[in-house]
């Protein structure tokens, strides 16, 4: 199973950026997708997650500035970012929680990271 991202990059504070990840290989059924991000210094926290019916979650912090959604079709992950702050800046990480097989648990899945960087 690989997880491969894109749409990081260098933003103005308060601009938008869309990150995706589309997850290939051998997939029977995907679980919960999530975006995680690490800055330096720090530990990997949650950003947002999405189950496969669609529930959402985020981390207090960007609530209400960032969007999660997926495309179950394409086993795919996006995430909107609005109004980016400077301590929104990290190395975003996507993660799938996949069954490889009918009758097999899932065990997590990583990309390999993009990073996100805003200017003040």
């Known amino acids: ?17 869309r990150l995706s990840c ?3 290989g051998r ?4 679980n919960d997708m999530a975006w ?17 019916i669609g529930s959402t979650n985020y981390a207090d912090s960007v609530k209400g500035r960032f969007t999660i959604s997926r495309d179950n079709a394409k086993n ?3 995430l909107q ?3 980016l ?10 993660n799938a929680r996949v069954s490889m097989y009918r009758g097999v648990g899932y065990r997590d899945y ?11």
């Not at 199973?1 to 950026?17: D, F, K, R, T």
């Not at 990583?110 to 003040?120: D, M």
Request: proline content about 3%; some cysteine; aromatic content about 8%.
């Open 85 to 94: 702050k400077p301590e929104d800046a990290a190395v975003y990480y996507c």
């Open 1 to 17: 199973v690989y997880l491969v991202e894109s749409g990081g990059g260098l933003v103005q504070a308060g601009g938008s950026l």
């Open 27 to 30: 997939i029977f059924s995907i």
């Open 76 to 78: 795919a992950v996006s």
């Open 36 to 52: 995680y991000r690490q800055a330096p210094g720090n530990g990997r926290e949650l950003v947002a997650v999405i189950s496969s």
């Open 81 to 83: 970012m609005n109004s």
């Open 110 to 120: 990583w990309g390999q990271g993009t990073q996100v960087t805003v200017s003040s």
């Open 22 to 24: 589309a997850a290939s």
